[in-house]
């Protein structure tokens, strides 16, 4: 098995959405300066020998720019995205067409992780979500209670949703998803065990950056339950202890870079 990270692009943010209180204004410094931080958008193209090309995570929609609502560019405005990051591009780049890909795995469903569905519309490629994912993305947009991290236009009946249960799955020969709640109720992290020396973890959104991984920070505004963000860390540590993962973070740019410079790994 075989895996390449995908560059996706990025967008710019408060670091108080990813790192709890970070920037807060405090007794003497009543006025702290924006701290704005660079967000990686990231995802994986796995060659399996049995399945074929599998995704973890598709990055936004190329025309995100029309799609996505004016509030929602203001706060997580994408500052990097090109033709290079589409991708269908990037699956050329790797030698593969969009209807190579007979499977997609999502961390969570969204706007910047499930929103590049659109390069799937109509090919009927199954989509593994986790069910309480799939049913909260559903009612978040149908209800508007989280609107804006979640966009009608991918949720959509008319995709083949493949809803995944339980807390470990191991969906093909070597891949395993795990339950990780905490920034949405069913973010899934992905371990790939490319062959007896190395395994990857990624963690989705849950650890944005090494901070909330490494130095067990909390997330910020983007939490939604923080009861379970803990259990999902110790989760996440201990997976990574148990196979010497290397841990691909859901937006740290230093670790994407460090990776993606290595090009492809496995055999
Ligand atoms: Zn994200």
Redesign the pocket.
Known sequence: MKLRLLDFGTLKADLGWAIEAAGVSTHSNATPEALRTD?Q?LGALIEHPKEGVILYDTGPAPTWEELWPGPVKEVFGITRYSDENRLDNLLRRAGYGVKDVKAIVLGHM?L??AGGLEFFRGLDVPIYVHEDELKYSFYAVATKQDFGAYLPHYIDSSFNWKPVYGTEVELFDGITVYLTPGHTPGSLALRAHLNNRESFLFTS?VM?FKDNFYECKPPGWLVRDMGAWWKSLERLKSITRRYNCKVVL??DGSVFNQYAQQGVFGD
């Open positions: 967000f958008m969204h910047d992780h959104d944005f859901g937006h």
